[in-house]
């Protein structure tokens, strides 16, 4: 499979506690992003890396989530001291941008549910 | 204002008809604008990129008003398959993220 994959599919975690989720990208796309969708709405956008650098956040990744790219290639999200208003479906999306087209490849997603 | 405005539906439409969904943006910089489609507890998938020109793609029509900001989507001869949520979505230039807006759920009825 080529695309775009996450893990863990689901995560139950109870409130306080801390979570680490991953994405690997297709293997020649230079962008990631983490997007967050709770239900009834859309994708949010949360932040993007081009290779290792992480290069924009969103307003809505407060200073207790983390994601890094260390090796340009696969990504980590960690949200620490959950709250049950982190949860959600965390996608993962890449891309290689050419031009003007953006076209970006989503993975399955990972639903949190902390109760 | 949300950047990206949709009837959020529930459309329900027999199968066989054609069904349009519209959508408005707010940020007249946006460039780049396309269709998702989602499925119940499944990631967006790309249906279709809209281009100034309007597109067509089977049975699928895509057009985009720039002097209005507005962008549309026609399904002709709509299939039992065809019942998701479709997604609009915006692309600033020099900005990489996309946004989303609610989505339209389409149910096709047998």
């Known amino acids: 499979d080529t695309g775009v994959s996450q893990n863990p599919r689901h995560k139950i975690t109870k409130r306080g506690q801390n979570v680490t989720f991953r994405c690997d990208p297709i293997?020649?796309?230079?962008?990631l992003y983490w997007y967050r969708q709770t239900l009834g709405q859309g994708p949010e956008f949360l932040t993007y890396?081009?290779?290792?650098?992480?290069?924009?956040k969103s307003r809505l990744l407060s200073d207790r989530f983390s994601a890094e790219r260390p090796k340009g290639s696969f990504s980590t999200l960690e949200i620490q001291r959950t709250e049950q208003g982190d949860s959600a479906m965390y996608l993962c999306?890449?891309?290689?941008?050419?031009?003007?087209?953006?076209?970006?490849?989503f993975g399955p997603g990972t639903r949190l549910t902390v109760l | 204002r949300k950047e990206v405005e949709q009837d959020p539906g529930p459309f329900n439409v027999p199968e066989g008809a054609t069904v349009a969904f519209n959508c408005t943006y707010s940020n007249s910089a946006s460039q780049s604008f396309f269709w998702y489609r989602q499925d119940c507890r499944k990631e967006p998938k790309l249906l279709m990129s809209?281009?100034?020109s309007g597109n067509e793609d089977g049975r699928f029509t895509a057009q985009l008003n720039r002097a209005s900001q507005y962008i549309s989507l026609l399904i002709r001869d709509s299939k039992l398959s065809d019942s998701a949520t479709y997604l609009c979505v915006v692309n600033t230039f020099g900005n990489e993220k996309l946004t989303f807006g609610t989505g339209t759920r389409l149910t096709i009825i047998p």
């Open positions: 293997s020649e796309h230079n962008r």
């Open positions: 890396f081009q290779n290792e650098a992480q290069l924009e």
């Open positions: 809209v281009y100034s």
């Open positions: 999306a890449s891309s290689l941008r050419i031009g003007t087209s953006n076209e970006q490849f």
